[in-house]
């Protein structure tokens, strides 16, 4: 009888890469998490969870979660194991390891995660204790925000962003590459409620996406030339007098100079590079200078171009051209990861470590196990909260490399993914649900507090656990490998609230008991760079940066088409009949977390391509039929959906699917190219020019 059994409620965080780090209730019964949901006080939250996350529990409790360890018993990739127990696996990894340590030094062996969880404890700190201690080949973070990143910091000296519910005191909103109604839902309800009033809503985005059917007005730029778009709004805005030049005086390095760089960009020249009509141009530089505030909310998929540095670059001075930040309702609106930033040492104890041997950019994986990294070469991989076989550029040229038989690939995971397929030994991981973490989100301003719901699966163990249980076998004595996961979050959260004031009063306890903690802002500077102060060199804007030159860029923005592209003298137009295949977010999924829960999957439909109605009849491809992707990289075959959702020259297939549930064996991945972009090694997922074919 139910009335047997007492329900206990335990809050907790969403884990997942979203900007929105919802806060969740577990409802548990005799040990088993029954119901999950969302917290209705949470002011972002608002008592709903996304269509991902909706059903969770079938996640947890998913018949794959991965129970024990394994050893793979037949050549790589044959998804052949044997059951084994934690000490057998632990002996075999350290002994492998101190082998190659002994016989090619620690630099050979290469940890490689990204975003399965975002926690400070299962994903900070377990990016850094282990392998600081063993002094083990870094990996360079740059496959998501790399470019938009260093860009925003460059030219606004931080990443902060506006509360999202601000957005309500907006009259013009610019989502430019962002589809937040997939990739930031708790965001739209309040874009809604601010454009029920009035507020007139711009998505710029080659493809009508979600964000973009219910926006007052959709520009579709041709891809990567959103850099020339910038440059011309920000030419008319100057050309008409409508920029804000006391607020520049006061606050800008370089406006004149930028004011002159656009010069090169009038609206009939940026009509030919982008395809967004001459006028359409003119007008929307006009609303921009004229409607205040004046928001522009920009995410990642933007800067995944050759050029993805710059065109970050051109949209981080925007605002500061008609004067709009530190005005609530307007500004920038990128991501409010800069806020807080966890104490580096007490993260990793970095200084009691050997240095990092050297740094390997993630999105060379495949090149890097295949040659491109020597002296050592890489004779270890430890994956864990990240799936490169299916995330990661390349994919096919991964597969390649963990097929080396002299390569020891460890991967921790909660199901056997496309890149557990190609592992040595296999590690259970817990859920959110079964381990303890705080979380900061890069969406809005508050801390989230994750309990433990119910106990691991299985013989499933965390990151932190795994971690500390490898350190023991390697033979390591430090403290700092061996304390609880509470103690490790009090030892970060102090050392970081001594320096950070928006942490003042913030304890381990309050955040156990509260579940949600805002940040404690000053009255009157919740609104970024609300005192017209920057932490830039210069205590300004800088428009034209420095810092840009170290990186061997112009110091002012500038629009260079993508080398990947070969274009028609700079005018945007691919020379040839190859489509551009942009690989976003998809709704159902994250990244491809989630792509493997039947009720999702069904809801997403056949891995597809969006195909616009002229290019499919040009090339003989029926709607509904089977299609062959390929780019110099390799090929996948995908559903043709053919659409006006997409403009002529584009397609998209978005990301997520996992190879080993595709009928090709295949995903987009295997398209998509591992060149590197103007700035911080950022990945370059969309610069991908494809063929695209009826399948035999
Ligand atoms: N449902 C869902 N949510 C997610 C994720 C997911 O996989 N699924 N992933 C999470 C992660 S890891 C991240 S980083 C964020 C990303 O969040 P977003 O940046 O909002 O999502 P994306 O779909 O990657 O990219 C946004 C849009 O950029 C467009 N785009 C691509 N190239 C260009 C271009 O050259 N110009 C312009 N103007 N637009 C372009 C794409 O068509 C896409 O609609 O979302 C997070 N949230
Ligand atoms: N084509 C294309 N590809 C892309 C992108 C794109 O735009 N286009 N976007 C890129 C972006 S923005 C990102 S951020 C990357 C993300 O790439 P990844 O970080 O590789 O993300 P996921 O594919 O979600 O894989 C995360 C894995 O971590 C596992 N996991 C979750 N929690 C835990 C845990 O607590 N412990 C352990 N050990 N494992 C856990 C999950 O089961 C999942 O298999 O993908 C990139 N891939
Ligand atoms: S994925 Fe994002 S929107 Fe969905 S529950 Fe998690 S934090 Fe909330
Ligand atoms: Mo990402």
Known sequence: MSTASQATLIRGACPHDCPDTCATVTEVRDGRAVRFSADTAHPITRGWLCAKVGPYLERVYHPDRLRHPLRRVGPKGSDRWERIDWDEAAAEITSRWRAIIAEHGAAAILPYSYSGTLGLLQLSVCNERLWNRMGVSGLDRTICDAAARTAVNATLGARWAPDLRDVRHSKLVILWGHNPASTSPHFVPFLREAQRGGTHVVTIDPRRTLTARSADEHLQPRPATDGALALG??????AEGLHDEAWLRAHALGWEALRERTAAYPPDRVAAITGVPEETIV???????TTKPALLKFADG????????????????????????????????????GYVTWDAETVGHASECPPTPRVINMNRLGAALTGEVQDPTIMSLYVFCANPVAASPNA???????????????????????TARYADIVLPATSQLEQVDLHKPYGHRHLQY????????????????VMRFLAAGMGYDEPWLKQEPEEVLAEVLDATRATNPLLDGITLDMLKRDGTVPFRFAPGQDVPFADGHFPTPSGKVELACEAMAAHGLDPLPEYIPPVEFERDGGAGKPTDSRLVLLTGAAHHFVTTSMANQPTLVAKEGTPFVEINP???????????????????????KLRAVVTDDVPVGVAVAPKGRWAKLSPDGRNVNWTTPDALADLAGQSTFHSNLVDVRPAE
């Open 233 to 238: 709004l920000m030419h008319v805005l100057f």
């Open 283 to 289: 007008q929307l530089a006009r609303r921009y200078g």
């Open 302 to 337: 933007v800067q995944r171009h050759g050029n993805g540095g710059q065109t970050a670059r051109a949209l981080a001075c925007l605002p500061a051209v008609v004067g709009q930040i530190g005005v609530r309702g307007g500004g920038l609106f990128y991501s409010a990861s």
């Open 396 to 418: 096919g040229l991964i597969v390649q490399g963990l097929q080396r038989e002299d390569l020891f690939t460890v991967v921790h995971e909660q199901f056997p993914t496309d």
């Open 450 to 465: 994750n309990h433990p719901a119910i106990a691991p699966l299985g013989e499933a163990k965390s990151n932190w656990d």
């Open 614 to 636: 002229q290019d499919a009849a040009s090339r003989g491809i029926q709607p509904g039929s089977d299609v062959v992707v390929e780019s110099p990289r390799g090929w996948c």
